[in-house]
Each structure stands twice: as C-alpha cells, then as structure tokens.
C-alpha cells in the first residue's frame, strides 16, 4: 500500500533551515504529483509546494523564495528545502501524493521555529 514516511524537522531559530525529506513506496513514484502542505495549531492546512511528475513546481506566495521543492526519482523522495525560517512556518509539515483522485497522506513532520 501506499506509505509516505516524513522526516528532518525540528526546532530551528528563526532565520535557519531545514530540509524536509519524504520517502515514498508503494506505488509507482515517477506517475505521481508530489506536494507538501502544513498546519499550524488552530488552522486549517494549507498547499505549501508542490511538484508534477514531469518536475514542474508551484509554490504558495508566503513561501516563493524561501522554500524549495525538488524530487529524486531513483530514491522515490521528495525534499522540501525550507530557509529563512519564520515563526509564522511553525506547523505540522505534511506530505501528500496525488494522481487523479486518489491522494495519500504521510504522519507529518513538526517544524517549530522560535528563538
């Protein structure tokens, strides 16, 4: 079935980074859209990046500069590099594979960005 396993968040000072890693299987990888959302205590859960399976990218414009999607197609991962933290990124960092209408979640991944 299905797994999508997050890891590499933690607690970072504001202004630092992070990379943000999503290792895949269970299905076919390469045929996949790729995305990372968040959720912040109290709201609701936002589209953060996201990449086609051709690579194709699109980000949210609190993120574009900052944050940095990429796919490695011979490991089944999707990073998600983020910098230049801010408090207002502390959420639950999640992972999420979508072809059609089908779409997977992974357990998240908290990033907490305080000083």
């Known amino acids: 079935q299905v797994q999508l396993v997050e890891s590499g968040g933690g607690l970072v000072q504001p202004g630092g980074s992070l990379r943000l890693s999503c290792a895949a299987s269970g299905f076919t990888f390469n045929s996949y859209a790729m995305s990372w959302y968040r959720q912040a205590p109290g709201k609701e859960r936002e589209l953060v990046a996201s990449i086609t399976s051709a690579g194709l990218t699109n980000y949210a414009d609190s993120v574009k500069g900052r944050f940095t999607i990429s796919r490695v197609y011979a490991k089944n991962t999707v990073y998600l590099q983020i910098s230049s933290l801010k408090p207002e990124d502390t959420a639950v960092y999640y992972c999420?594979?979508?072809?059609?209408?089908?779409?997977?979640w992974g357990q998240g991944t908290q990033v907490t960005v305080s000083s």
């Open positions: 999420n594979a979508r072809r059609g209408a089908s779409a997977s």
